[in-house]
């Protein structure tokens, strides 16, 4: 779908908040061989709410029986909700159904409001885009040579989060805006700013780290005053506001058979605050994508780029749109499509990149173009013969590119991948060689010797990551 090397790429697959935001080149290929080929195509005419509901149920049903996909969908036409419904479990351990109205973290969709902050206080006089960040935060190495519009951009060129060493070990404990300015604002530039685009989730931080020090308010509490409650958006907060958040459902990652999900583990969600801290639910998203496109709090329409979103032409069509993924166990899509004044979106407490298909096909749907229901893959509902010396030689350390390693774990049950955050997930094993990791939903397989040891991981089947260990 989209190289996270574009400088304002939406953020798609490593989400960003979430990890593995860095790997370039992916996301694309990931896209194509996501969903396996289905039963049909389809290209509907203009569709009966009743239809449209029931090609939505018909669709969402293999997602929700592999369990790549439990929670909600919006999907609204000139503001007339069509489809408002949610899908599966809530909660696995009591078997709670998934409600419309429950809360979900919405990932990087958050970056849609940080973007937003900063640019109601530039409307407001208080900063200028142009800006650079050491006026607001001194003390960075970087500072001087870096601008707020950078930052909105992703071209400042500030490395991720996610990838440093600090981030994994220290994932479990609060930290604060002002203290991770100065974690990140030790660090390197990937690159000269603007001569370049890479998703950075730490760039997001940054910014709310600025309104912070030029509203005199805590990130939250403007969110919340200057934003949130302006929009009537009452069903909108921040994850780290402290309490238990009514009505949020529980995430979850994926997991191994029998259950196919797990409790996510813990993440402070001070790590992310800025860049992928909000929970909100599809109704309250609805308002807002319609207060963005009318220009309601903050004037999109007089900025060179709706910063925080991804702004793509798909089916011929122009379409705004967002996603996100995070370590908490949730995952999101927002999308609208301005001229048709059709707007998507899936909220889902299982932290799996499939919402970013499902955002693109549900849209399919609405406006008439073809899309494929997911077909049910081999080895999501019947546990695959585990061969423990096989696997054993696929366990192993394996470079992206320099500096971001994905490791390979062997256990009883099967492989387990993570990336430099140190988060195992599974890998769902498909067949001899073939593996699946419903987290960035991509297809996985490995390059092997003739005695059966991997040479190198085979992401999405293709894009080859070299053994280093």
């Known amino acids: 779908m989209l190289s996270r090397t574009h400088p304002h790429c939406l953020d798609s697959y490593m989400t960003v908040a979430s990890p593995w935001c860095r790997v370039t080149g992916f996301i694309i290929i990931g896209l194509a061989l996501a969903v396996p080929p289905s039963e049909g195509q389809h290209t509907p005419a203009v569709l009966t709410r009743q239809e449209l509901a029931r090609r939505v149920v018909a669709y969402v049903g293999p997602l929700v029986r592999m369990r790549d996909f439990s929670g909600a969908v919006l999907l609204a036409r000139g503001g007339r909700v069509l489809v408002d419904s949610a899908y599966g479990l809530a909660s696995y351990e009591l078997g709670v159904r998934a409600s419309s109205t429950m809360k979900f973290g919405i990932g990087s969709v958050t970056k849609t409001f940080t973007a937003a902050a900063i640019e109601l206080l530039a409307q407001r006089g208080r900063l200028s885009l142009h800006d650079t960040l050491s006026k607001f935060l001194p003390g960075l190495v970087f500072g001087d040579s870096v601008t707020l519009e950078q930052l909105l951009a992703h071209t400042a060129g500030v490395p991720d989060y996610y990838g440093l060493p600090e981030y994994a070990v220290r994932r479990t404990e609060p930290i604060s805006l002002d203290e991770f300015a100065l974690l990140i604002g030790s660090k390197p530039l990937d690159f000269k700013p603007g001569s370049d685009g890479r998703y950075s989730n730490s760039g997001y931080k940054l910014l709310a780290a600025v309104v912070e020090r030029v509203s005199g308010m805590s990130y939250n509490t403007f969110m919340r005053t200057q934003i949130f409650e302006p929009l009537h958006l009452a069903e909108t907060g921040n994850l780290g506001d402290g309490g ?59 900025l060179p780029y709706p910063y925080g979103w991804g702004k793509h032409v798909r089916f011929g069509r122009e379409v705004l749109e967002q996603n996100g993924r995070i370590p908490a166990g949730y995952a999101a899509y927002v999308g609208t499509y301005p001229k048709e004044g059709v707007t998507v979106i899936v909220l889902s407490n299982i932290q799996s990149a499939v919402v970013d298909q499902m955002g693109a096909d549900l849209a399919a749907l ?104």
């Open 244 to 302: 238990l958040v009514e009505r949020l459902a529980p995430g979850y990652d994926p997991g191994f058979l029998p259950v196919r999900v797990q409790p996510a583990e813990y993440t402070s969600p001070s790590w992310l605050e800025g860049d992928g801290s909000v929970y909100s639910t599809g109704a309250d998203l609805l308002r807002w994508t319609e207060a963005i496109q009318s220009d309601a709090l903050v004037y999109t329409s007089s």
């Open 366 to 469: 609405a406006l008439g173009e073809q899309y494929e229901i997911p077909a049910i893959r081999s080895g999501a509902l019947t546990r695959a013969e585990v061969d423990s010396v096989a696997l054993n030689k696929l366990a192993g350390k394996y470079q992206v590119f320099p500096g971001f390693v994905l490791t390979v774990r062997a256990t009883t049950r099967g492989l387990l991948l993570a990336g430099p955050e140190g988060a195992f997930l599974p890998l769902d094993n498909e067949g001899p060689g073939q593996f699946f990791f419903r987290p960035l939903y991509v297809p996985i397989r490995f390059r092997t010797d003739s005695t059966g040891r991997a040479l190198a991981l085979l992401w999405a089947g293709t894009q080859e990551c070299t053994r280093v260990e």
